[in-house]
């Protein structure tokens, strides 16, 4: 019923940034929570950041909350991760995430739609 499609991962430097975006489509996008986790080789999914429908409401996890930023353009239907100092444990694919109740959380199961994910390596 919605699809999301991740853009913007790629290859980058320790200390580098990165600026990903994630389109949705297929159902009104205003009244959604976005989110976004990422799950590194052989490592469970992790909780990375979320926003509410608004955009004035953020959390992130404490791996990434002084280096990331989650906003929104609803006009767009468009979520955002801008990445900065990047390290390499960042390493890991990127999935958008929408909570249709607009629910805001860091528990992957509490999120009712999923991108195909985007690559992001950081080298040392």
């Known amino acids: 019923q919605v699809q999301l499609v991740e853009s913007g991962g790629g290859l980058v430097q320790a200390g580098g940034s990165l600026r990903l975006s994630c389109a949705a489509s297929?159902?009104?996008?205003?009244?959604?929570?976005m989110g976004w986790f990422r799950q590194a080789p052989g490592k469970e999914r992790e909780f990375v950041a979320t926003i509410n429908w608004s955009g004035g409401k953020a959390y992130y996890a404490d791996s990434v909350k002084a280096r990331f930023t989650i906003s929104r353009d609803n006009a767009k239907n468009t979520v955002y991760l801008q990445m900065n100092s990047l390290k390499p444990e960042d390493t890991a694919v990127y999935y958008c995430a929408a909570n249709e109740g607009g629910l805001v959380a860091g528990t992957a199961d509490l999120y009712d739609y999923w991108g195909q994910g985007t690559p992001v390596t950081v080298s040392s």
């Open positions: 297929g159902r009104p996008f205003s009244s959604y929570a």
